[in-house]
């Protein structure tokens, strides 16, 4: 990430902190009209839910200059996924509805290179996160091979 980057997501993210719980509320909309069948991973109060996914990303915004430093949780966060039936294809749709809502919440201010410093951001996390969820299967099947 570039600083410029990082200086991008941090502007843009302030500006949807305050509307946070709408933003969560746009965001589980989309996602489910994007794939209703990921309606069924979700037990808990979907409010709840998305203050935690915002809470999750506003952790990671302001971590972006030091991002390595929380590898380990966010690959702990993947391999949690894969218990609530998490496959690798969902990141791609949770992107998607991702950056939608960010274009519905910004309007004029989500310009293409915000879009791309998140869309960096987003995947970075993601891949992360598949990769946490990989080795730990991998290190389940060992364990009963
Ligand atoms: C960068 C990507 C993602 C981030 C930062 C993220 C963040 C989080 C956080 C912080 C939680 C709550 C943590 C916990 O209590 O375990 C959570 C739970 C959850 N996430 Fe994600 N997530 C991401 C991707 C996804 C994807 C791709 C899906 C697929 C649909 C997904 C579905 C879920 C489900 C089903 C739960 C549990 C909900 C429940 O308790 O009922 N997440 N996520």
Do not use: C
Request: no cysteine; net charge positive.
């Amino acid at each position: 990430m570039t600083p410029q980057e990082i200086t991008l997501i941090k502007n843009s993210f302030a500006k949807v902190a305050p509307i946070a719980d709408q933003a969560a509320a746009i965001f589980y909309a989309r996602l489910f009209e994007l794939d209703p069948a990921l309606r069924d991973l979700f037990q808990g109060d979907m409010k709840e839910q998305g203050r935690k996914l915002m809470t999750m990303l506003g952790v990671a915004v302001n971590s972006l200059e030091r991002i390595e430093q929380l590898v380990p949780a966010v690959r702990q966060l993947g391999l949690k996924h894969a218990g609530y039936r998490v496959r690798e294809e969902h990141y791609e749709t949770v992107g998607d509805a991702l950056l939608w809502t960010l274009a519905k919440g910004l309007g004029a201010e989500f310009t293409l290179d915000t879009r791309i410093a998140w869309g960096k951001t987003y995947w970075l996390l993601a891949e992360t996160m598949k990769a946490g969820a990989r080795d730990g299967a991998a290190k389940a099947a060992r364990a009963v091979a």
